[in-house]
C-alpha cells in the first residue's frame, strides 16, 4: 500500500539546521520529493531523489534516502525565518504516475 | 514562460450545488494532474489528464469529473457538493506525464 508519513511539527532557531524526516511504505518508488508550501500558496518543488541514489545536495538543502529503511531526509542548513512553512514528502511509482504526499511537516523557524 | 494557473483563487458554495474549477496548465505541457488538500493534510489525488484523455483516478467518487481541452487546459466539476468536499484544489501540468511537474496556487471551495 502506499503510506507516507512525517512529523507534524518542527521548531528550530535561526542559524541552525533542519532536520526534517519521512518515511515511506512502498519499495517500488522510483522517484522520492520535497515541497515547500507557504501560507496560501501552491506547492514548490524544493529537491527530488531518484530511488538509485543515497544522497542529492543543492546549495542549503541536503536530501539523505535510506532506501533499506524507507527513510528519506531533508536537511536545511542556515534557516533562516523565510524557511517557515509546511514542508511535505512525496513519493511516484514508474513514470508518469500520480505523487502520494505525506501530511506535511510545519517548519518555524524562531528569531 | 508562463506557469501553473488557477481561476477562481476563492469560492464558496452551498451544499447540493455544482463547481467548475480551471487550470492553465504551463506553456507546452500536455499533462495535468488535480490534488485535493483538506485543511492540515497532504494534497490526495483525484486524477489525471494526459492528450485530453483521463490517465489515472484515485479515490474519489464519480460527481469529481475532469475535461481537458486541445490547448491543454483542465477544468475539474465537482456536483453534488458536500461539506467535505471543502479544501484546497491544486492543479499541476508536465509534459510528457515526466517528473518537472509545476503546481499552480490553487482554488479554496468553502462548501456552507
Known amino acids: 500500500g502506499e503510506d507516507v508519513e512525517q512529523s507534524l511539527f518542527l521548531s528550530v532557531r535561526e542559524g541552525d539546521s533542519s532536520v526534517i524526516n519521512c518515511t515511506y511504505t512502498d519499495s517500488s518508488s522510483t522517484y522520492l520529493y520535497w515541497y515547500k508550501q507557504e501560507p496560501g500558496a501552491g506547492l514548490q518543488l524544493l529537491t527530488y531523489?531518484?530511488?538509485?541514489?543515497d544522497m542529492k545536495q543543492d546549495q542549503r538543502l541536503t536530501v539523505l534516502l535510506n532506501k533499506k529503511d524507507k527513510h528519506l531526509s531533508l536537511r536545511i542548513a542556515d534557516t533562516q525565518t523565510g524557511d517557515s512553512a509546511i514542508y511535505f514528502c512525496a513519493e511516484t511509482y514508474g513514470y508518469g504516475q500520480n505523487f502520494v504526499f505525506g501530511p506535511g511537516t510545519r517548519l518555524s523557524v524562531l528569531p | 514562460e508562463t506557469g501553473v494557473t488557477q481561476s477562481p483563487t476563492h469560492l464558496i458554495k452551498t451544499r447540493g450545488q455544482q463547481v467548475t474549477l480551471r487550470c492553465s496548465s504551463q506553456?507546452?505541457?500536455?499533462?495535468v494532474s488535480w490534488y485535493q488538500q483538506a485543511l492540515g493534510q497532504g494534497p490526495q489525488f483525484i486524477f489525471q489528464y494526459y492528450r485530453e484523455e483521463e490517465n489515472g483516478r484515485g479515490n474519489f467518487p464519480p460527481r469529481f469529473s475532469g475535461l481537458q481541452f486541445p490547448n491543454y487546459s483542465s477544468e475539474l466539476n465537482v456536483n453534488a457538493l458536500e461539506l467535505d468536499d471543502s479544501a484546497l484544489y491544486l492543479c499541476?501540468?508536465?509534459?510528457?506525464?515526466?517528473?518537472?511537474?509545476?503546481f499552480g496556487s490553487g482554488t479554496r471551495l468553502t462548501v456552507v
Open positions: 499541476a501540468s508536465s509534459l510528457d506525464k515526466a517528473y518537472g511537474y509545476t
Open positions: 531523489i531518484f530511488s538509485n541514489m
Open positions: 506553456s507546452g505541457h500536455n499533462t
